[in-house]
C-alpha cells in the first residue's frame, strides 16, 4: 500500500558552498546583479539559498534549517535550467534557473567538476517532478 504523499520522506539530494545572483524577481529584472555566495540545498524538489555560506558544511548537512535563514527558495516545479548565456555574465561555469513564478537565477562555480554535479542534480529534480 502506498504511503500518502505528506508520508513521502523528504531525502536531501545535494548541499554544497555556490555563488549564485538573483536577476529576474517575479518577472521584474533586477536593478543591480548581486553575487553572494551561500550554502545551498537541493531536497523534495526545492532549491534552497541561504543567507550565508559561513556555517559548518558538518552542521548543514545533519540540520540544514539550522544553518541560517533560507534568503530564496525555488521550487523546481515547472522551472527550466540552462547554462546561462556569455550576456548574462563574464564569470565561468554559470547556470541560469528560471521558476515558474518567473524569477531568474544565476548560479556559480569556478570548479567545472562541481557546477557539473548541480547541474545534474536540479536539472534531475525538476524531471522529477515533470513526471508526478
Ligand atoms: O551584469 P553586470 O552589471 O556586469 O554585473 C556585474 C556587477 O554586478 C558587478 O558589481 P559592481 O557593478 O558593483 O562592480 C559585479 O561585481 C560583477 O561580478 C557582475 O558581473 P559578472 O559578469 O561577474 O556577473
Known sequence: QASPPEEKIKTL???GVLHRTKTVDK???????????SWTV????????FKDSKSSTAVGLRQPSKVSTPEYTVDLRGASLSWAPKDK???KNVLELRSRDGSEYLIQHNSEAIISTWHKAIAQGIQELSAD
Open 27 to 37: 518577472g521584474k529584472r533586477v536593478r543591480k546583479k548581486h553575487w553572494s555566495t
Open 42 to 49: 537541493l531536497e523534495g524538489g526545492v532549491l534552497t539559498f
Open 13 to 15: 539530494d545535494k548541499a
Open 89 to 91: 555574465s563574464s564569470k
